[in-house]
T-cell receptor, first 116, second 111 residues
Framework: GAVVSQHPSWVICKSGTSVKIECRSL??????MFWYRQFPKQSLMLMAT?????????EQGVEKDKFLINHASLTLSTLTVTSAHPEDSSFYIC????????????FGPGTRLTVL | AQKVTQAQTEISVVEKEDVTLDCVYE???????LFWYKQPPSGELVFLIR??????QNEISGRYSWNFQKSTSSFNFTITASQVVDSAVYFC????????FGAGTTVTVRA
């Protein structure tokens, strides 16, 4: 149980294009999902909190117009990196909080984005 | 403010040795959760354990054990008889409910 999927697992795109990453909780409902960014050999940095049916809450320093988050259902959240640039290249990880699991966050396998 | 400190950046051991990973946290809240996650080279974070602030009982799961000491704000993790498959980055995290991660400890187990 408590499986979170992420798609795609990796993506290479040209500078200026937009990339959408999907995060799904497969066997539980998640009213809250989180998006993290991780640079090589560093810890996870929380980008935003995604709540089903409402606007996402972004952490300080994260551009909300750059990183669009939509949480349209209890099992799906999407992160769109708009007008991607090489500095957006990173490992993006989502997590879903199991409402009945005492605040435990289960993580997706991550998406490696490379912007050329 | 909340903060998680994992003072050990890297630990290298030979297979079958025991490994203890330190985690010290700071928070003014009385209700919180502590977590350990494992991140193998594939990148996916694997949930290992959750402990709430009111439960100081130590826990053992197979070769893994955890020692929660509220008096010293520590939540240490021990791998007994380490194996090569234990090689990974291990993160300690504090939830209030947003997760604050420590910097991670890279464990390398050599055959």
């Amino acid at each position: 149980g408590a499986v979170v999927s992420q798609h795609p697992s990796w993506v290479i795109c040209k500078s200026g294009t937009s990339v959408k990453i999907e995060c799904r909780s497969l066997d539980f409902q998640a009213t809250t999902m989180f998006w993290y960014r991780q640079f090589p050999k560093q810890s996870l940095m929380l980008m935003a909190t995604s709540n089903e049916g409402s606007k996402a809450t972004y952490e300080q320093g994260v551009e909300k117009d750059k990183f669009l988050i939509n949480h349209a259902s209890l099992t799906l959240s999407t992160l769109t990196v708009t007008s991607a640039h090489p500095e957006d290249s990173s490992f993006y990880i989502c997590s879903a909080r199991d409402l009945w699991g005492g605040d435990t966050q289960y993580f997706g396998p991550g998406t490696r984005l490379t912007v050329l | 403010a909340q903060k998680v400190t994992q003072a050990q950046t890297e630990i290298s051991v030979v297979e079958k040795e025991d490994v203890t990973l330190d985690c010290v946290y700071e928070t003014r809240d009385t209700t919180y959760y502590l977590f350990w996650y494992k991140q193998p080279p594939s990148g996916e974070l694997v949930f290992l354990i959750r402990r709430n602030s009111f439960d100081e009982q130590n826990e053992i799961s197979g070769r893994y054990s955890w020692n929660f000491q509220k008096s010293t704000s520590s939540f240490n993790f021990t791998i007994t008889a380490s194996q090569v498959v234990d090689s990974a980055v291990y993160f300690c995290a504090l939830s209030l409910p947003k997760l604050s991660f420590g910097a991670g400890t890279t464990v390398t187990v050599r055959a």
